[in-house]
């Protein structure tokens, strides 16, 4: 998701397409790898624009902290932003051009008998992460 604080955006505009962010400060992701192309849409639709960061940190939370603080525009998944989402600290941007989601999975090795440690840890997490995830999005359509 790209998401700004309303002052920044208030200074500088809301971008319309993803095009747009050529003319914005960005705040770069920037952990393993260097991401200085945000992809947007999906399909025929997909496309990739190059950003201008104007500030690059190697966490999510310092993402986030940087667009509260109107640094610029923000890259993130939905669910590292959703407290601020929620608290109106940071509103969302080009929904219309979003990728599509990722999906979450706990992933294990198959056995015809699961580990007792296993399926309870399995039965424990499920609903959680459903319920989690099903707030992540409401906060995001709220937003």
């Not at 790898?33 to 310092?62: E, H, K, L, M």
Request: net charge positive.
């Amino acid at each position: 998701m790209i998401a700004a604080h309303p002052d920044y955006l208030a200074r500088r505009g809301e971008p319309l397409v993803p095009a747009d962010l050529a003319a914005h400060d960005c705040i770069a992701f920037e952990g393993l790898q260097t991401y200085r192309n945000w992809a947007f849409g999906a399909g025929a639709a997909a496309q990739s624009v190059a950003i201008r960061p104007r500030f690059s940190v190697n966490t999510a939370d310092a993402v986030v902290e940087a667009a509260i603080a109107g640094v610029g525009i923000a890259r993130v998944m939905s669910y590292q932003a959703a407290t601020a989402l929620s608290e109106r600290r940071i509103v969302t941007l080009l929904r219309g051009h979003a990728t599509a989601p990722l999906p979450v999975n706990l992933v294990h090795q198959p056995h015809r008998v699961q580990p007792l440690k296993r399926r309870a840890f399995l039965d424990f997490v499920q609903p959680r992460l459903v319920q989690a995830l099903a707030a992540v999005e409401a906060a995001v359509r709220a937003a």
